[in-house]
């Protein structure tokens, strides 16, 4: 078996300065199986274009510089071998920005924005420090293990840019930003958590905007797991007494009803318990469709209707619910 593949490699190229529309241009190379997508681009450029621009430092997966796309798969070039992409595509790559639409030159991309959000959160520990300190601060084992891995972001934006949410809404904050609120709001250390709180509970910016989609879990080359800070970030504000009663909250609520109330989740009460019956009538058309499939019914969200089975050992669902939730909704 050969221990190279000939392959042709298409990459994105723009220039801002110069460039009406971004054009893509193909490469015909050798690649070997040790070969990370990091050597391709440096093989464009140093064999076949020298105007061939991206970022990279490290090459070791620390400092998130090189992250990039290929075929939309977020990836950090100095980690990710090329085989396994070209087996994954079938032979047909392109190399993209995280962000085409933040793409300065080639791979290159602002990211003022990502910038911008990471440092509203405020990603550091705030805290009256003496001067002059007679002793260290210390955190036991059980706190340190409380960041759940989000210490170890990078700051790569591989999350950032993957996030559909963040794509149709620019003020939200996005997964890194979230990740590290997480991780300084339980640092036992700060002081700073509150507010840190209250910013991650705005309607638009927060987190009650996250569409839980993971998307942000697969593309994090540290496999930080964002949307796992999300959801504790959510229990914070709650146990906090931060969360304020808006259609999003009321919609986290609406599960737990259901699951109390039948065992079973109730599609038709979680929106007019969210957004009341007259909010609920905006959603008649996907109503419609939803009986039509079965999967509710006329009278399904109805007050006073008890229309959904109840599933066995439901007091069972009713004690772990009781003996788990850490905080009243």
Request: hydrophobic share 35%.
């Amino acid at each position: 078996m050969s221990e190279t593949r000939k392959v042709t490699i298409k990459a994105f190229r723009f220039n801002a300065e110069t460039d009406y529309l971004p054009y893509t241009k193909q490469y015909e190379m050798e690649v070997g199986k040790d070969d990370l997508i990091l050597d391709l681009m440096n093989r464009i450029k140093w064999e076949h274009d020298g105007s061939f621009s991206y970022r990279r430092s490290c090459r070791h997966g620390i400092c998130g510089a090189c992250a990039i796309k290929v075929n939309g798969k977020a990836v950090l070039a100095c980690k990710q071998n090329a085989i396994e992409l070209l087996d994954l595509f079938d032979n047909d790559i392109t190399l993209e920005p995280s962000s085409k639409k933040r793409a300065i030159k080639d791979m290159i991309i602002d990211k003022s924005d990502f910038w911008e959000k990471h440092a509203a959160i405020k990603p550091y520990v705030v805290a009256d420090v003496e001067p002059h300190p007679t002793h260290e601060t210390k955190q036991s084992i059980s706190e340190f293990n409380n960041f759940l891995d989000s210490d170890l972001c990078i700051q790569c934006g591989a999350c950032h840019y993957s996030c559909p949410a963040l794509e149709v809404n620019p003020d939200f904050f996005g997964p890194a930003a979230f990740a590290a609120a997480y991780r300084f709001t339980v640092d036992t250390r700060d002081t700073a958590g509150a507010e840190r709180l209250e910013l991650t509970a705005q309607p638009s910016q927060g987190v009650w905007d996250c569409v839980k989609c993971y998307e942000c879990a697969e593309a994090c080359p540290k496999e930080i797991n964002p949307i796992e800070k999300i959801g504790k970030l959510h229990n914070m504000q709650f146990e906090q007494g931060i969360a304020e009663s808006n259609v999003a909250t009321r919609h986290a609520e609406g599960f737990l009803r259901g699951m109390k109330k039948y065992g079973y989740l109730d599609e038709a009460d979680i929106v007019t318990y969210s957004e009341g019956l007259l909010g609920a009538a905006k959603h008649i058309g996907t109503a419609m469709k939803m009986m039509k499939s079965g999967k509710i019914h006329w009278h399904s969200g109805v007050p006073f209707i008890d229309s959904i089975p109840k599933i066995k050992n439901l007091d069972e669902v009713q004690k772990l619910i009781e003996i788990s939730q850490t905080n009243k909704l």
